[in-house]
């Protein structure tokens, strides 16, 4: 899957704590903001789009891109009292264009804060702000958009994009929709011709599990056979024209028809599919269309099919003309935020939790590990080609070896030599270190892809045209080229986020000759069937961009039982007339993520039902405990829509409530006890590998132990284990050990993965490496070899000492708070061009720079050589392809290689570097 | 940070000195006491005095990252009192069971934990004779090093099985209770500084000599005839000698020239 992103802009992200503490009016410079990490780095969006035209700034891209240009031309100037000013004015422009003073993102610490800031707004460097929306994403860990008060009238004009205003809709529902327009994204042309359709509904019976908790304090779950479905096949996704798909993949740099790709415009959310409907229609001697509104429209002059999922908000128009001229007006366009790339990729890695439902004998749990188990070992044998391997993919060719990247494997493959360089070292042993964990939790490696899901075309195609909808799939049927291409037949397939066993669905991959020519241009997305309970199953998914992993792993394919799907009764959300308190509120109503709570109950609850046999009572109950999960995670999410959704009992999950209710009823005090008894009041082992905090505490814990089993017995914990003909003290104290303990240890999937790879790697994690003998490396490989001034060493050395302070703050922080994955890498890019814009502020000059930076970081062992290849990387491999006569070396598919990677031959190819450009 | 036992006068000293101290935060927290419950000041004036003093006193300090630490620090200081205590007094009867010990490293620490178990009994009346302070922490008070880590342990085990000290029943607290704790007879020794214990009970039974730095007052090692620092303030007194001689030096060397 493809991410589309354009230039990326800097904007304010300030607690509201700071706010209020500041009196509603601070201020602040865009490098205190730096300091304080209160400056975000966001993708283009239509949002910005609108601020820069209103700010009469239409192109800042071709700006930014000129300056950035020319600061890289100054980079080469000898004479560094000339370029040292032009580069300071230079990144002064770049700020103007970069951050947008007109957006503001505010952390809500408080419901209070909000409120106040909400009523009364606040001022940043004397411009006042007002409450414009918040995002899906956003809400959940707090975040509001705010915008300059001057801009915002014109902004909530064109949101609303002359919607009929009398409308009702639920709050958070509203708000979702407006947010919309701050989705990344790529513009692309207008389609010639639109129409919108009604949704393609199917209608057929199918055993089901339903799940049920009104007016019952625990739910009741029913086995209901036959039931009536209702699916609705076309939900969230739309059809394009072949040529439409190529032209706007043209647009966004690709040289070929999209397979899929995910648009957005107003009040339009969706992904789209090449089909040939005017084909279809011909065939079917079908001249016309009619849309949803009731006009037809001729097929022929039809580019672009969406459906009323797709189009939020279609009944609030008259007619496709009028939305289409409000966009017009309000200058909306369509654009896309992801698309699905040319070919899938052969193997991905799995999660705990696809793989906790599983029931592995040791045997299969070995089967299942090898693959990650032997690629480790490759990564630790420190051979460069396996590490080139492993870092760029199997996929290196002699067309994209030409786009090269500052990266330390682009350097292994210019110059061997290379794989000496401490800071090489030093990657390679955190790469090997980080994938050994990941192991630990599940992420292993299976032979799968990630594709969009998609509805059958087909159904849709004779839903719109008026036809009776057969599809070309059948109940447990889906179309995936990639699997026919490889002659698998069947295929497991799952969605995240999961809880139990029936969220996993076991397909047949089908074809025939009709089906290969209606589905030619979806090359890459998994087709699912009109008929089966796959998209109620695999936990509610819907086709506006949703994604699936297939796994063809027999494994995991003979494994596999296909159970029924779980149905929760839904809910419907009151609707009103929003006004923006009804959104205000709606919003406090979302902050936070529960569904990630309750997904980790469950979980734990896989390691408690661990510890039962398969039939016994506690058993049972767990599995159905585990079953109702799916209903807490569908009311977390109720709930924030202002549904009245119950959470998960709390004596499912807390000790204390069941010891402590005084009960004196027998039998309700055998139910306190089984209850206490499968509570889950602990994480499952494994999670000391997701959580620091645990891990943390597991280690106290496990010290402590120690201790004080040498305090009392005199001998360690491992030695008493061991102890033969142990006394009563020492039995007891071994049993509250593992009473004690403060993470769940029994043998479920996970923890039984997470032991097989601790036993194989844990204390025999060392490099097989003759590098680590011998230690040496010459670094005057990567210089330019220039005379500097000691002064400008100096200046240099004084920001080196503030970023490995300001770096290592950071990385503390980062892993004590569980900073997520996206904000960590932005905050180190935006870290890392800050440092860089100081040094060149410092030494415009990249060939003085380079070597004092080198100087710097090399000639001490312990220094951090992060910095000098975040500042100076792409002057590294520079220097490298110069030394080498721009010929670079790497592993490509070769069934006759010597090189054996993953299964595969590889062997080294050499090839001359045309037009170097770092990417 | 070790044990005060007159946390006004500390509080005093770190305004004075401008000193925050390798953790700043325990510096903050007791300055946050002493502004709320010696000088009498709210909530915002304690931030701002708190922010004041880490402006002049911490390089590169951030007051937006800062915020939310002090912010917690003012809050918590309204549940905490300032500890003023001038001595803990150590009993004939108590030092007479720690004699009963014949290695002398075992005295040093029972006599340490002795301090901190009556220390702790004055400001909780419940304590119940009770050390929760970590062992390393004890055993660096005491003066006692060891090889291995785990020797520790050892020792500690050696002093339960004369039965003077005994261990909580969950595997995973390693608190300490002495059991010949005597609050009510009359005092022998007045222990007026936690910094070195073992020295002070070596001191008192008269084995090794031992004088007071001439600064701080703490106990230290006599080495030799002329020793009268301990190593912190001998290390002071060295920068202060070496920037002298500088300034004498550069003093001498503009009067050749001129």
């Known amino acids: 899957m493809n991410v589309h992103s354009a230039i990326q802009r800097y904007v304010f992200k300030i607690h509201s704590s700071r706010i209020i503490r500041e009196n509603r009016d601070l201020t602040l410079t865009i490098n205190q903001a730096r300091e304080n990490k209160e400056l975000i780095a966001l993708h283009d969006s239509q949002l910005m789009r609108f601020i820069d035209e209103l700010n009469g700034d239409p192109n800042p891209q071709a700006r930014i891109f000129e300056i950035r240009a020319r600061i890289k031309m100054l980079q080469k100037e000898k004479d560094i009292s000339v370029s040292r000013p032009k580069i300071k004015k230079l990144y002064e422009e770049l700020d103007k264009y970069q951050f947008k003073k007109d957006y503001i993102c505010v952390v809500m610490d408080d419901e209070k804060d909000y409120m106040q800031l909400y009523k009364n707004g606040f001022k940043v460097n004397n411009i006042s702000y007002g409450r414009l929306l918040g995002t899906t994403g956003g809400i959940k860990s707090n975040t509001i958009v705010f915008i300059n008060k001057k801009l915002l009238p014109e902004l909530k004009r064109r949101i609303a994009n002359g919607r009929n205003p009398s409308k009702q809709f639920a709050p958070a529902k509203l708000e979702a929709y407006n947010s919309l327009v701050c989705s990344s994204s790529v513009p692309v042309s207008m389609p010639h011709g639109i129409a919108v359709v009604h949704d393609c509904i199917t209608h057929f019976t199918a055993d089901v599990i339903e799940l049920d908790d009104n007016e019952l304090e625990q739910p009741s779950m029913k086995y209901v056979k036959n039931k009536k479905i209702s699916l609705n096949d076309s939900d969230g996704y739309g059809l394009a024209m072949p040529q439409l798909m190529e032209r706007w993949g043209k647009e966004t740099g690709k040289n070929y028809i999209l397979p899929g790709c995910v648009i957005r415009n107003s009040f339009c959310k969706g992904c789209v599919f090449p089909v040939d409907f005017q084909k279809f229609a011909a065939e079917h001697h079908i001249k016309n269309i009619i849309d949803v509104w009731g006009n037809s429209y001729p097929i022929k002059n039809i580019e672009l099919i969406l459906t009323e999922s797709m189009l939020k908000l279609w009944d609030s128009y008259s007619s496709i003309e009028d939305y289409l001229n409000n966009c017009k007006k309000n200058h909306y366009t369509f654009s896309i935020t992801k698309s699905s790339d040319a070919e899938l990729e052969n193997v991905r890695t799995m999660n705990y939790q696809f793989l906790q439902s599983y029931d592995f004998t040791d045997s299969q749990i070995d089967e299942l590990t090898a693959p990650t188990i032997n690629e480790i070992k490759e990564i630790l044998q420190s051979d460069y080609r396996k590490t080139i391997l492993y870092t760029k993919g199997v996929g290196l060719n002699e067309k994209n070896i030409q786009n090269l990247d500052s990266s330390f494997a682009t350097a292994l493959m210019i110059e061997p030599k290379m794989i000496n360089d401490p800071y090489v070292q030093s990657k390679l042993r955190s790469m090997a270190q980080k994938r050994i964990d990941d192991a630990k939790i599940g992420v292993l490696k299976v032979p799968a892809n990630y594709s969009l899901v998609s509805g059958d075309p087909y159904s849709l195609c004779q839903s719109m045209f008026g036809l009776t909808v057969t599809g070309l799939l059948k109940a447990g049927q889906v179309y995936s080229k990639y699997w026919i291409d490889k002659g698998v037949d069947t295929i497991v397939s799952f969605r995240a986020p999961m809880t139990s066993h029936n969220n996993i669905r076991r397909l047949k991959v089908v074809h025939n000759k009709e089906m290969d020519e209606f589905y030619k241009y979806m090359t890459t997305p998994t087709i699912f069937n009109s008929w089966d309970t796959c998209a109620d199953a695999m936990n509610g998914f819907d086709k506006d961009g949703d994604c699936v992993i297939n796994t063809s792993l027999p494994l995991l394919v003979n494994n596999t039982k296909n159970l029924p799907a779980i149905v929760c009764i839904q809910h419907n959300a009151p609707k009103c007339v929003p006004t923006e308190d009804d959104i205000v509120l709606s919003n406090i109503r979302c902050f936070g993520n529960p569904v990630g709570e309750v997904t980790n109950k469950v979980t734990s609850m896989f390691e408690v039902r661990a510890r039962y046999k398969k039939g016994s009572r506690e058993y049972r109950i767990l599995d159905y405990r585990i079953k109702c999960g799916q209903l807490y995670q569908q009311n977390a999410i109720d709930k924030t829509k202002g549904i009245k959704a119950k959470n998960m009992p709390e004596k499912w999950y807390r000790q204390p409530l069941n010891k402590a209710n005084g009960r004196h009823d027998s039998i309700m005090n055998k139910n306190d006890w089984l209850n206490s008894k499968i509570a889950v009041d602990k994480k499952p082992y494994f999670m000391r590998y997701i959580y620091p905090a645990e891990q943390k505490g597991l280690n106290k814990y496990l010290k402590a132990n120690n201790e004080k089993c040498i305090m009392l017995f005199r001998i360690t914990f491992d030695e008493l284990l061991a102890k033969q003909n142990r006394t009563n003290e020492e039995e007891n104290f071994i049993q509250a050990y593992y009473r004690g303990l403060p993470m769940g240890t029994a043998p479920c999937t996970v923890n039984k993965i997470c032991r097989k790879i601790e036993t194989v790697f844990d204390n025999n994690f060392s490099f097989n490496n003759d590098v680590c003998k011998n230690p040496f490396f010459d670094y005057s490989i990567l210089k330019c070899n220039v005379e500097y001034s000691k002064h400008l060493f100096n200046k240099i050395k004084k920001l080196y000492d503030d970023y490995k302070k300001e770096l290592s703050q950071y990385i503390k922080y980062a892993k004590s708070e569980r900073v997520k994955p996206d904000e960590y890498q932005m905050q180190k890019y935006i870290f890392k061009e800050h440092f860089k814009r100081k040094c060149l502020e410092q030494c415009p000059n990249e060939e003085y720079l380079c070597d004092i930076i080198l100087d710097l970081c090399y000639p001490n062992s312990k220094s951090s050589k992060q910095f000098a290849w975040d500042i100076c990387g792409d002057i590294f491999i520079k220097n490298l392809l110069k030394r080498n006569n721009y010929r670079i070396t790497y592993p490509t598919l070769d069934e006759n290689g010597d090189i054996e990677f993953n299964g595969q031959h590889f062997s080294m190819q050499t090839t001359q570097i045309n037009d170097y450009a770092i990417a | ?258």
């Open chain 2, 1 to 258: 940070m070790s044990v005060i036992l007159n946390e006004t006068a500390c509080a005093e000293y770190i305004i004075n000195q401008g000193k925050t101290g390798r953790n700043p935060t325990s510096a903050l927290f007791l300055l946050a006491k002493y502004y709320r419950h010696k000088k009498h000041m709210n909530t915002e004036q304690i931030s701002a005095q708190l922010k004041n003093f880490m402006k002049l006193n911490y390089k590169n300090f951030n007051p937006v990252l800062w915020d939310d630490t002090i912010e917690d620090i003012v809050s918590k200081s309204t549940r905490y009192p300032l500890r003023e205590i001038d001595s803990v007094g150590i009993t004939q009867s108590e030092l007479d069971k720690i004699s009963q010990i014949p290695n002398i490293k075992h005295r040093q620490i029972l006599f340490t934990m002795l301090c901190y178990a009556k220390l702790y009994n004055t400001f909780l009346p419940n304590n119940n004779n009770w050390v929760n302070s970590n062992i390393p922490e004890i055993f660096k008070t005491a003066a006692v090093s060891v090889r291995h880590k785990n020797d520790r342990f050892l020792y500690l085990n050696d002093i339960a099985n004369f039965g003077l000290i005994s261990f909580p029943n969950k595997n995973d607290n390693l608190n300490i209770r002495v059991n010949f704790v005597d609050m009510d007879s009359e005092a022998v020794m007045e222990i007026d500084d936690f910094r070195e214990l073992g020295y002070e009970y070596l001191n008192y039974i008269g084995e090794g000599r031992f004088v007071r730095c001439s600064i701080c007052k703490r106990l230290i090692k006599q080495t030799g005839r002329r020793s009268k620092y301990c190593a912190e303030c001998r290390h002071q007194k060295q920068k202060e000698w070496q920037k002298n001689s500088m300034k004498k030096h550069s003093q001498n060397r503009n009067n050749e020239v001129l």
